[in-house]
């Protein structure tokens, strides 16, 4: 398969709540511009602007945003993208968050898990097949955490 990217930034947003004390949605970075993520209903996981997500994040009180660097090598960063692309958009939401390896519905986390798993990177830190979270993939050994703004 021909890889439609020049480049892969291999980064990963989340956001934290801090009502809730923990993390709350993750959206994988693309490229400069675009994120793809998969939100709750009436939404199917979708390609989206990084402007219009962090713009949305930013409208929620009590949220920042992070981004984290995950190190991954420049072929594998290529599948990831172009895995995502090509088989996880326009995804309903799952709401059974047990049946992480079925890919008709997905959720936030499991559509990162899934592009990851396809390059071997399992990005699950407790790797026992149950629900994904985002502090799952905030907590792996796979790269570093940065606060873009709260």
């Known amino acids: 398969m021909k890889t439609r990217m020049k480049s892969f930034t291999k980064i990963m947003g989340t956001l934290y709540n801090f009502v809730n ?8 970075v693309l490229d ?4 793809i993520e ?3 209903d009436p939404f199917t996981s979708r390609r989206i602007a990084l402007s219009t997500l962090f713009l949305n994040s930013n409208l929620q009180k009590n949220y920042k945003v992070s981004v984290k660097k995950m190190n991954v090598g420049s ?21 059974d968050f047990y049946n992480i390896n079925q890919t008709a519905r997905l959720y936030c986390t499991q559509l990162a898990w ?11 830190i407790d790797k026992d097949g149950g629900v994904i979270f985002p502090v799952d993939i905030v907590l792996n050994n796979y790269g570093s955490l940065r606060e873009l703004y709260s």
Do not use: C, P
């Open 32 to 35: 400069e511009k675009y994120a």
């Open 21 to 28: 004390q923990g993390y709350t949605h993750v959206a994988m």
């Open 38 to 40: 998969a939100l709750g």
């Open 114 to 124: 899934l592009a990851f798993k396809k390059t071997s990177i399992n990005i699950d």
């Open 75 to 95: 072929i594998d960063g290529s599948n990831i993208y172009n895995y995502a692309i090509d088989n996880l958009r326009y995804k309903l939401y799952n709401y």
